[in-house]
């Protein structure tokens, strides 16, 4: 079964930085692989997909990457910013079209 | 972009009531429906999956008598909780998707049991 699992839990860095959350899975047989943004109390916001034939997607100051086969995925940001805060989630779509969800990244961003 | 409505965001009930949440997608035909269980501070777990005009396959632990999930069409689906206690209260979350697409989520419903 496919586990998915986010580095590390929780970050918190002043505002202006550039930082990166992880995501790992075990099965390399993915579909695609998509982050999410979660506010508290709400649902998810998707940020970016990727597709498995593809390496990364960019958006505004987010740059995902993926590498299929060492199971790794990350979310780069660049120049945080307050609003930035929230918890994000990775999740990887299997050919079975079944998704799992990692554990989550919350990130504080101070001013 | 896709768009997709959960309904009501929040429910406040007495024990023993049933409570219907619906999920729609607004603007694309959803082929698949999720529906997920978000527990305080933790990540989505996923109690079912639903494809249009077929039984939802649950996933294990998840009881289908209790969490009674429809999706007649390609763009609504229902979970009924049936007969809520404390214990269900949660944060629940639906999401849908087109063949081979992204999910696009609900924002959820916060159910409260008394």
């Known amino acids: 079964k496919q586990e998915v699992t986010q580095i590390p839990a929780a970050l918190s860095v002043p505002e202006g930085e550039n930082l990166v959350l992880n995501c790992s899975f075990t099965?390399?047989?993915?579909?695609?692989l998509q982050w999410f943004r979660q506010d508290p109390g709400k649902g998810l916001t998707s940020l970016l997909l990727?597709?498995?034939?593809?390496r990364e997607q960019t958006s505004g100051r987010l740059n995902a990457s993926l590498d299929k086969s060492s199971g790794r995925s990350t979310l780069y940001i660049a120049a945080s910013q307050p609003g930035d805060s929230a918890t994000y989630l990775c999740?990887?779509?299997?050919?079975?079209?079944?998704?799992?969800f990692g554990t989550g990244t919350s990130l504080t961003v101070i001013p | 972009g896709a768009v997709v409505s959960q309904h009501p965001s929040r429910v406040i009930c007495k024990s023993g009531t049933s409570v219907k949440i619906e999920c729609r997608s607004l603007?694309?035909?959803?082929?698949?429906m999720f529906w997920y269980r978000q527990f305080p501070k933790k990540s989505l777990m996923l109690m079912a999956t639903?494809?249009?005009?077929?039984?939802?396959?649950?996933e294990q632990g998840v009881e289908k008598d209790k969490f009674l999930i429809n999706h007649a069409s390609l763009t609504l689906s229902t979970l009924t909780v049936t007969s809520a206690h404390p214990e269900d209260s949660s944060f629940y979350i639906c999401?849908?998707?087109?063949?081979?697409?992204?999910?696009?989520f609900g924002d959820g419903t916060r159910l409260s049991i008394l």
């Open positions: 999401s849908a998707t087109g063949p081979g697409g992204p999910q696009h």
């Open positions: 099965d390399s047989a993915i579909y695609n």
């Open positions: 990727i597709q498995s034939s593809q």
């Open positions: 999740a990887v779509r299997n050919t079975g079209n079944q998704f799992y």
């Open positions: 603007d694309f035909q959803a082929t698949t």
């Open positions: 639903s494809n249009e005009g077929s039984k939802a396959t649950y």
